[in-house]
């Protein structure tokens, strides 16, 4: 298990975290947290505010097969992987990949990407319908955190579960009291989150062996 950043070349979403204080209420966190089209394609203040491809994630992906060496043939699995964009990037830097998703959200997996459809599932983070061992590799980036404590757990045991250990996940944390001063003014869906070593503890009690890494307000 190893701290590593394999999102260094995502850029860094623009935000505003002074609006999303004065617009965040009870009501917001709610609607937010159904994962519905208010949070990826409404008002910024429920969420993405449009979630669209622009190619993005493609170096993401090509860093995630160079870190795991995967190769035609093999299965890798995107936990909360929304519209698929991840997924459709990493067939595309490496043909042949068998790639997949998994997402709770309906209105996700409706929108998806013309090239991962038939390739996303409907489901939780916390209780994947997939068999022991059967992916070279599963990511989850940005998802877990959405679940409490226990849940977390869940799924870092379904995690290392369905992918031996051959894991990667990033969540949501910080390193000073700024910056959780700035996380909670911010945060609409995370339930769980905690300083580096809050997560470590975390990992360790789920068994986990994966890789991780932090994402940062």
Known sequence: MSEVNLLAKL??????????TTSKTADVIA?????????????????????????????????????????????????GC??????KDLMQVCPGLEAFGLDISEYALMHCEPEVIGRLHLGAADRLLFPDNSFKAAL???????????????????????????AFVQVDS??????????????LTAKFHGYPDEWR?????AGYTGDYFWTLV
């Open 201 to 205: 503890q975390v990992f360790a009690e």
């Open 140 to 166: 989850s980036i940005n998802t877990i955190h959405n679940y409490d404590r226990n849940g977390v757990i869940r799924c870092l045991k379904e995690m290392q579960r369905v992918s031996g250990g051959r």
């Open 11 to 20: 850029p860094r979403s623009q935000r505003n975290v002074s609006l999303r």
């Open 82 to 87: 929304a519209k698929g964009f991840l997924v």
């Open 174 to 187: 910080y390193h000073t009291e700024e910056q959780r001063n700035l996380f909670l003014d911010w945060v």
């Open 31 to 79: 609607i937010s947290r159904l994962f519905g089209h208010e949070y990826f394609d409404g008002p910024r203040e429920y969420g993405y505010g449009g979630y669209r491809y622009d190619g993005r994630w493609v170096p993401v992906a090509r860093d995630i097969v160079a870190h795991f060496g995967l190769k035609a043939g093999d299965r890798v699995l995107d936990v």
